[in-house]
T-cell receptor, first 116, second 117 residues
Framework: AQKVTQAQTEISVVEKEDVTLDCVYE???????LFWYKQPPSGELVFLIR??????QNEISGRYSWNFQKSTSSFNFTITASQVVDSAVYFCALSSYTGANSKLTFGKGITLSVRP | EPEVTQTPSHQVTQMGQEVILRCVPISNHLYFYWYRQILGQKVEFLVSFYNNEISEKSEIFDDQFSVERPDGSNFTLKIRSTKLEDSAMYFC???????????????FGPGTRLLVL
C-alpha cells in the first residue's frame, strides 16, 4: 500500500528564512511519481512539481527547490528566503505506475506560517 | 491558462438531502477525479473516471455516491442522502493523459465546501 508521511505538522519562520518541508514515502512499485501541492488559505490546491522515480536530479525553480533521494525514500521541499505569501499548507503526494491505479495518496500536510 | 472550475463554492444542506456538486474539467483532459478533505485533515481520493465509467473508487465512495458526465463539459458528484460526516471540501481534478499512474499531473479545482446540518 502507498503511504506518505509528513512528520512536521506546523512550521513557523520569519520572513527571509529558509525552510525545508520533509516528505517520506512508502511504495512497493518501482515506477512511481511524487508531487507537491500548495493549499493557500483560500483553499484551492495548486500544483508545484512532479518528479518520477527514475529522475533523482534535484530541481530548482526560483526560490523553490526539491531534493529527491530514493535511498531514503524522501522528497523534501526547500523554500529559500521565505515570504509571507508562502504561508499555506503544503502536501506531498504519491502515485504509482500500475495502470489500474490512477489516484494520488496525500500526506497530512505541513502548515507553514511565514511571519513578517 | 485553462483551469478546473467547480460550483457551487459553498453549499449548506440538511442531513438526508441530496446534493450535486459540479465540475468543469480542463477541456482537453480525459481523466477526472473527485477527492475530499475533511476540515484540517488530508486530501483523500474518492473516485476516478475515464471514458464514461469509473476506473477506480475508494472505500469511502459507497452506494450513496455517484458520478456522471452528463455532457461534454460537466462532471458531477452526487451524494444521494447526505450525512453529517459528509461535511468536507470536495475537490474535482482532471488530467490530460492516463492519470498520475502514467505521470500525468492532476490539476485541481478550487473546491466546494459542503456543510451538512
Amino acid at each position: 500500500a502507498q503511504k506518505v508521511t509528513q512528520a512536521q505538522t506546523e512550521i513557523s519562520v520569519v520572513e527571509k528564512e529558509d525552510v525545508t518541508l520533509d516528505c517520506v514515502y512508502e511504495t512497493r512499485d518501482t515506477t512511481y511519481y511524487l508531487f507537491w501541492y500548495k493549499q493557500p488559505p483560500s483553499g484551492e490546491l495548486v500544483f508545484l512539481i512532479r518528479r518520477n522515480s527514475f529522475d533523482e536530479q534535484n530541481e530548482i525553480s526560483g526560490r523553490y527547490s526539491w531534493n529527491f533521494q530514493k535511498s531514503t525514500s524522501s522528497f523534501n521541499f526547500t523554500i529559500t528566503a521565505s515570504q509571507v505569501v508562502d504561508s499555506a499548507v503544503y502536501f506531498c503526494a504519491l502515485s504509482s505506475y500500475t495502470g489500474a491505479n490512477s489516484k494520488l495518496t496525500f500526506g497530512k500536510g505541513i502548515t507553514l506560517s511565514v511571519r513578517p | 491558462e485553462p483551469e478546473v472550475t467547480q460550483t457551487p463554492s459553498h453549499q449548506v444542506t440538511q442531513m438526508g438531502q441530496e446534493v450535486i456538486l459540479r465540475c468543469v474539467p480542463i477541456s482537453n483532459h480525459l481523466y477526472f477525479y473527485w477527492y475530499r478533505q475533511i476540515l484540517g485533515q488530508k486530501v483523500e481520493f474518492l473516485v476516478s473516471f475515464y471514458n464514461n465509467e469509473i476506473s477506480e473508487k475508494s472505500e469511502i465512495f459507497d452506494d450513496q455516491f455517484s458520478v456522471e458526465r452528463p455532457d461534454g463539459s460537466n462532471f458531477t458528484l452526487k451524494i444521494r442522502s447526505t450525512k453529517l460526516e459528509d461535511s468536507a471540501m470536495y475537490f474535482c481534478a482532471s488530467s490530460e493523459g492516463a492519470g498520475p499512474a502514467m505521470g500525468e499531473t492532476q490539476y485541481f479545482g478550487p473546491g466546494t465546501r459542503l456543510l451538512v446540518l
